[in-house]
């Protein structure tokens, strides 16, 4: 005999008693005959008031004892077809029993006027006469007699049911009739079968629905998974609560809400769930309240799919413990007091190629790799566009990834062709669109018009042409209904009061179609034209604000949009936090003003940025935005925004050691400012030009350069490139052994500097004096000096600056033996040069290590660290330090006594430095003789 075990407690279903049950039930006919015969009886029965009458009407036909039918039968006979209300029932049956009131008190109570308008009632909806009305007894008619039957049972029906609701209200707990069963709602919907990803999403649900369903002390918890369209919200939550079920074993209740829906027409469908028939269902204002009670002490999971507003869900959150309710909006639905909000984004490229193997399958997507990924781009990641091409390309096995892609890459069409059966992006997007107000619609129609990635706060006013508290207002519309998300970290403004916001590139398309339907005539070029004329307006003030630039550049003919004062001075308080924030945007708005004809917008932004991107060694993005404008500024014969653009490419192949390129764009920007009447202007590229010949060897013609470049800065005032000049001229001087010219050369420009506010021309000069004491053996004064340049360095926040400083310190520390403390610096250095790719400077600290190695007797290692050096310095080109490296490897041969390598190497040095007259040429030539002498 096999033996089932009971169902534990936990999953036992709950089972509700009636508290009549047994006792005394005042609204049962054999109960009425018990009361003493009183007026005040008579006068309480008659002065039933309105809201129990609609309670007890309500509570009629509400049946939840198994077998039984949830509203009672037709009544027989004469009164077949109509249901008459409880109300009625019940004085009609006093009338009946009248005897056990005693004659005279039910003559009283019956002959009332509300007795005699609801008798009347009850035989016009009947239809027949239930009762014969005279000076004597009441006489019932046959009608009456048959209606008796049917009356009593309804009465019976309602008195257990009105037991039951009473209970709920008093939350009471006594034992239950094994009859009387509440139904276990399964409702959730089967997960996908495809759910790919957000693992950390479905964690924080699961620990906190766990909680909630685990802690009987612990008021309900409140979830809310929100995001834009078609982010994946329901797949998410049903996920959650699909894993998370098995803590509910009282049900889950599932409601898909559209926006049109009430609480009423929400609770409603709730309480059918729990078993309240359709006639049971009390009137809309009643509905929460009896949702609540029978709710109360149940171990419920609700969910809550597609909400759009507090009031449809607010009252319908249970108030026991032990049960939890997951909500899934558009909305951040903040009026839900204490809710807990999870804001899903686009997958990240793994978890969306993922999904799209799932669908479309992995071979077919591994033959194509590269352009699946091209794909997952174009869905930017959204679940519902990754669906949607996942879907087309299975329903078109003849199709390649490669020609869907293609379709996709038209920006014009891709809307359309995001679309599948019934599911579309565009009508997705549509829907949080619609609720948006005038304003918000109109801003995001203009960010539409924009390539920017993002784009700050103070962005809305001026396309808005509105204050900055206006604007913040309107972005905020946008930001509750997902139309925008707040940027990533990585994206900060420099100002913490100016967040910066972007867009979903579906979106932003979305905004494109609203922006060619909605804005009048024009507004779409004057829209780019405000931008572009304010992000220039802060890029100029922000560079003038810059310590390190040393030249000014002229202007072009592109309309600035003035911000106001006060926005401005709160947004440039950084302006190389301001740059750093603007990055991303300023390039694209570049690209877009070369794209659509605004050539010299393009020019005087791309211009603007050329110190920043020299102070941040962001030498791919100048690269890219200079070779651009290029183009077309040529193309469009603009002669001074031709010039601007190569004396910057001119300042970018410098930082490159691109010597060649450099030499040939200076001198024709030199050319082109000079036809132009641009004197100083000339006198930069004059700098440019003595640097790139002093690297090159060639010291007199960058003396040349360098005075001219001072003596014309000299004249029209302009200190921090005379001062540029004359630093530059002490170099020169001293790799050719002038120590004195060198030192007033320095001495000058440093005093240029200090007075001028040029701190990073202090660094420069600081640097060169304590490369002066180095070579004079003044190391403490050496040092004295690079550590002053390290702190300016340090505090610009310039990484070139400041790993040229450690280079030079760790050489100090490494002729005053010391490599220990030389050693990190140098490490730090390489760090340093390869973030920024500054070859001439990783070849400078190679050097510098090798001679380190030297020192600690590990002379193969030096000599390979060496060659290392002297191989970039043969790539770019530069015969001095080239010719300088080989001499020291000569030297550690020679001390090895290996004289023959030692021979050759410094013979090779030798060719190298000897046209440049350094120097080391004579001391070369000493060796070579000294050890042809020897042999």
Not at 41 to 51: D, F, I, N, Q, V
Not at 100 to 114: N, V, Y
Not at 146 to 158: D, F, G, Q, W, Y
Not at 664 to 678: D, K, S, Y
Request: some cysteine; hydrophobic content about 40%.
């Amino acid at each position: 005999m096999t033996t089932v075990a009971a169902p534990s407690d936990r999953h036992r279903p709950r089972r509700r008693p009636p508290p009549c049950a047994g006792a005394r039930c005042p609204t049962r006919i054999g109960t009425v005959g018990r009361h003493e015969s009183s007026p005040a009886l008579a006068g309480a029965e008659s002065g039933m008031s309105m809201k129990i009458l609609e309670r007890t009407d309500n509570l009629l036909y509400m049946t939840p004892v198994q077998g039984e039918d949830r509203r009672p039968g037709p009544l027989t006979g004469p009164t077949s077809g109509s249901y008459p209300t409880f109300h009625q029932l019940r004085l009609f049956l006093l009338l009946v029993e009248e005897q056990h009131f005693g004659r005279a008190a039910a003559r009283a109570f019956l002959s009332q006027p509300a007795f005699s308008k609801q008798i009347r009632a009850l035989e016009d909806r009947l239809g027949v006469c239930l009762a014969e009305r005279g000076k004597g007894p009441f006489r019932l008619t046959a009608a009456g007699h048959a209606l008796i039957p049917a009356a009593e049972s309804t009465l019976e029906t309602h008195a257990r049911m009105q037991a039951l609701a009473e209970a709920a209200d008093d939350s009471a707990s006594r034992e239950t009739p094994q009859n009387t069963v509440w139904p276990v709602p399964r409702q959730l919907p089967a997960g996908p079968g495809d759910f790919t990803g957000r693992e950390r999403e479905l964690a924080v649900l699961a620990a906190t629905l766990r909680v909630g369903g685990a802690d009987a002390d612990r008021p309900t918890p409140v979830l809310v998974v929100t995001g834009p369209g078609g982010v994946g919200k329901t797949s998410v939550a049903v996920r959650a609560a699909l894993d998370a079920r098995d803590a509910f074993p009282d049900g889950q209740l599932y409601v898909e809400i559209g926006p049109g829906d009430r609480e009423a027409d929400v609770a409603a469908r709730l309480l059918r769930a729990l078993g309240v028939g359709g006639g049971a269902v009390p009137e809309p204002a009643e509905r929460a309240a009896l949702y609540r009670s029978l709710t109360a002490d149940r171990r419920l999971l609700v969910v809550f799919d597609n909400v759009t507003s507090e009031d449809q869900v607010a009252r319908l959150v249970p108030t026991g413990t032990g049960s939890a309710v997951l909500l899934t909006s558009r909305h951040p639905l903040t009026g839900l007091p204490a809710a807990r909000r999870l804001t899903l984004g686009a997958l990240p490229p793994e978890d969306a190629r993922r999904l799209l193997v799932q669908i479309v399958g992995a071979e077919r997507l591994a033959r194509e790799s590269a352009t699946a990924d091209e794909l997952v781009r174009l869905c930017g990641g959204l679940p519902l566009a990754l669906r949607i091409a996942a879907a087309r390309l299975a329903g078109n096995p003849h199709w390649t990834v490669g020609r869907f892609v293609s379709r996709l890459a038209d920006e014009h069409r891709r809307l359309d062709e995001l679309r599948h059966r019934d599911l579309a992006v565009r009508a997705s997007v549509n829907l949080s669109y619609q609720v948006l107000g005038p304003r918000a619609r109109r801003l995001l129609a203009q960010i539409g018009l924009l390539d920017v990635p993002d784009f700050a706060s103070w962005t809305a006013t001026v396309l808005l042409e509105c204050d900055i508290e206006t604007a913040e207002d309107v972005l905020d519309e946008l930001l509750a209904a997902h139309m925008l998300e707040v940027a990533d970290p990585g994206h900060g403004a420099a100002d913490g009061r100016f967040p910066r916001c972007r867009c979903h590139d579906l979106v932003r398309l979305f905004a494109r179609e609203q922006a060619e339907r909605e804005l009048p005539a024009g507004e779409d070029d004057a829209v780019l034209d405000r931008a572009l004329g304010a992000w220039l307006y802060l890029a100029e003030r922000a560079d003038a604000a810059l310590p390190h630039g040393y030249f000014s550049r002229p202007g072009g003919g592109a309309v600035r949009h003035m911000l106001a004062d006060d926005l401005t001075r709160s947004l440039l308080r950084d302006p190389l936090g301001w740059f750093d924030a603007e990055r991303a945007a300023l390039a694209a708005l570049i690209a877009q003003a070369t794209a659509t004809g605004r050539t010299t917008a393009a020019w005087e932004l791309a211009a603007s940025l050329v110190a920043f991107y020299e102070f941040r060694a962001h030498y791919p993005d100048w690269g890219d935005t200079h070779r651009r404008v290029l183009d077309v500024v040529r193309a469009a014969g603009d002669r001074l925004g031709t010039a601007v653009i190569l004396r910057g490419l001119g300042e970018l192949y410098t930082g490159q050691d691109r010597i060649a390129e450099s030499i040939t764009c200076f001198r024709q920007a030199r050319a082109i400012f000079g036809e132009l009447g641009e004197e100083h202007s000339v006198a930069v590229c004059d700098n440019g030009l003595g640097h790139m010949y002093r690297v090159s060897g060639r010291y007199q013609d960058a003396l040349d350069a360098f005075g001219s470049a001072a003596r014309a800065s000299a004249c029209d005032g302009s200190v921090r490139t005379q001062a540029y000049a004359l630093h530059c001229s002490g170099v020169t001087h001293l790799e050719q052994g002038r120590l004195a010219e060198a030192q007033d050369c320095f001495r000058t420009a440093l005093t240029l500097a200090s007075a001028s506010g040029f701190r990073r021309g202090e660094a420069q000069s600081e640097r060169g004096l304590g490369l002066l004491c180095t070579t004079t053996g003044e190391l403490d004064q050496a040092q004295r000096h690079l550590s002053r340049a390290l702190e300016i360095a340090q505090e610009l926040g310039e990484p070139c600056g400041e790993a040229n400083a450690l280079q030079m310190l760790a050489d100090v520390l490494v002729r005053q033996r010391k490599p220990a403390q030389a050693r990190p610096l140098l490490h730090q250095c390489l760090r340093i040069y390869d973030q920024i790719g500054e070859l001439f400077g990783r070849a400078l600290t190679l050097h510098t290590l090798g001679e380190l190695l030297q020192s600690e007797g590990r002379s193969a290692h030096a000599v390979d660290t060496l060659l290392k050096a002297a191989q970039i310095w043969a790539e770019l080109g530069t015969p001095l330090r080239h010719g300088r490296t080989l001499r020291a490897v000569g030297d550690i041969h020679a001390a090895a006594g290996d004289l023959t390598e030692a021979r050759v190497t410094w013979e090779r040095a030798l060719e190298l430095l000897t046209p440049l007259a350094t120097p080391e040429v004579e001391q070369l030539r000493e060796r070579l003789v000294g050890q042809t002498l020897a042999d």
